[in-house]
Nanobody
Framework: VQLQASGGGLVQAGGSLRLSCAAS????????MGWFRQGPGKEREFVAAISRSGSNAYYQDSVKGRFTISRDNAKNTVYLQMNSLSPEDTAVYYCAAAPLTFIVTRTRDYGYWGQGTLVTVSS
């Protein structure tokens, strides 16, 4: 099983980034996919998750209206479009997969994790 996150980088406040996470080694379309982040000196926190079909999504309150999670089951890839970024969004972003039929937000519910991609937002 492999989850390869990419797309991080340095961006100015107010800018946008699109993260991607390519999955392999498991039935991608049968798993809930989520994005988490861990800022400097902080615990890992839930950002967004998407249902297996992609028809439903759930977001942390602080990113609602700014971030959009999506998935392409044909490409085994999940995305996180991040707009209106602020320095508070600076973190390592991780994608994760949960073998469940409903969206979950706890880290312990996700069995597979990517290596993380760093997002730095400058003020």
């Amino acid at each position: 099983v492999q989850l390869q996150a990419s797309g991080g980088g340095l961006v100015q406040a107010g800018g946008s980034l699109r993260l991607s996470c390519a999955a392999s080694g498991y039935p991608f379309s049968s798993y809930i996919m989520g994005w988490f982040r861990q800022g400097p000196g902080k615990e890992r926190e839930f950002v967004a998750a998407i249902s297996r079909s992609g028809s439903n999504a759930y977001y942390q309150d602080s990113v609602k209206g700014r971030f959009t999670i999506s998935r392409d089951n044909a490409k085994n890839t999940v995305y996180l479009q991040m707009n209106s970024l602020s320095p508070e969004d600076t973190a390592v972003y991780y994608c994760a997969a949960a073998p469940l039929t409903f969206i979950v937000t706890r880290t312990r519910d996700y069995g597979y994790w990517g290596q993380g991609t760093l997002v730095t937002v400058s003020s």
